[in-house]
């Protein structure tokens, strides 16, 4: 029986009378998976806990079958990249690295090499000497990212990673975290910036209020939200004529026709009806229709739904 990436029971965390994480029952088999939540949910309480710098008030934590609380053991398979400024100004991105590295494990010899391989892979070659008081935001979110690597961790936990990047350096990061995530490596990412999950994963732990919301696939989790009326938006050349028939179909809500005619907008409680009728009315009507869209079935609509 192979043991989960991380198990929480009754996990809770909490500051004076401030609640950071409140009786937090989560499992994750492993993989990337990304964790969401509005600010003040508790994901950087957890996120905490997971890197091991602060220990539950109550509840038990085991990730990569460890306690990770001052365990220096689980720290050498954790890469961690916090969203706070974390270097040291009067070191280059080489000697910043280089010196994580060694605390380690590595060797003095390994750790540089294993330090520049570390840069180059998330596109600091051609700043390896440079002072890293000097770098722009996305430059000091590359060179975290490198230290969190530099041992080749099995687990990777990144706290904000996109924050400060141009959409050249998000896309980038994007496709090294899909990268890692293919050569076995689990990851776990925080962010705000929800379409970027989305382009990394489905598997998504949603926090809110320092309790867990929901967990799973973004598509199985928008499938239980039975309390709202699945959108979506097609074109044909006889809107109001395909407007008609959808009306007619059982878990229908509204159905609106745009001002240029060729705009058809649909709510629908039943959207199974929809795709097995849709075909019908194509045949039997002939209107014309150009595209159909699912409009709420994306992450950004997903996390509106369950925080609303």
Known sequence: M???LLEARGLSRWYGPVVGLNDLDLTVEGGIVGLLGPNGAGKSTLLKLIAG????????LRVLGHEPFANRDYFRLLGFSPQQDALYDELTAREFVEFLARLSG?????ARIEAERALARVGMSDALDRPTRGFSKGMRQRTKLAAALVHQPRLLVVDEPLTGLDPLGRRELVALIQELGAEGV???ISSHVLH???????????????RLLAQGRVAEIRALLNRYPHRYELRARSARL?????LSLPGTHS???SRDEGGLSLETFQPAELERELPRFLAELRPGLESIEG??????????????
């Open 2 to 4: 192979s043991v989960p």
């Open 53 to 60: 710098e602060i220990r539950p008030s109550r509840g038990s």
């Open 106 to 110: 590595l060797r003095p010899r390994t």
């Open 186 to 188: 689990h990851i776990l």
């Open 196 to 210: 970027e999950i989305e382009s990394v994963t489905e598997n998504i732990v949603l926090l809110h209020r320092s």
């Open 242 to 246: 395909l407007a008609g028939a959808l």
């Open 255 to 257: 159905v609106r026709v």
């Open 295 to 308: 409009t709420d079935v994306g992450l950004d609509a997903v996390f509106d739904y369950l925080v609303s």
